[in-house]
Nanobody, 126 residues
Framework: VQLQASGGGLVQVGETLTLACAASGFSSDDYFIAWFRQAPGKERWGFAC????????YYTESVKGRFTIYSSDAKNTVYLKMNDLKPEDTGVYFCAARQGPTQHGCWPYAPGMGHWGKGTLVTVSS
């Protein structure tokens, strides 16, 4: 399994940025992809996920309404659109996958994820 996050960069407060996570190598479609952020000096924190086949999503309350996770099955890519970016959104963003049935939804819990991609840095400047 390979996951490749991209799209990070330097943005100003209030701007929008969309990250992408290209996924490959899965033996079945029973998995979900989650996004995590690791801010400087802090632990990796998961905040959104989406099922590969059902496209059911989950967001933590702190990003709900501001971040949107969606996917393109044709491109095997999961996207994260981040609106109204704030300085506290600064960090390295990782995508990760957990294989298995997703009929009960997804949960962005770092210890439970089986595969990780390299991160992409997002810096929000005020």
């Amino acid at each position: 399994v390979q996951l490749q996050a991209s799209g990070g960069g330097l943005v100003q407060v209030g701007e929008t940025l969309t990250l992408a996570c290209a996924a490959s190598g899965f033996s079945s479609d029973d998995y979900f992809i989650a996004w995590f952020r690791q801010a400087p000096g802090k632990e990796r924190w998961g905040f959104a996920c989406i099922g590969r086949t059902d496209h059911n999503t989950y967001y933590t309350e702190s990003v709900k309404g501001r971040f949107t996770i969606y996917s393109s099955d044709a491109k095997n890519t999961v996207y994260l659109k981040m609106n109204d970016l704030k300085p506290e959104d600064t960090g390295v963003y990782f995508c990760a996958a957990r294989q298995g049935p997703t009929q009960h939804g997804c949960w962005p819990y770092a210890p439970g994820m089986g595969h990780w991609g390299k991160g992409t840095l997002v810096t929000v400047s005020s």
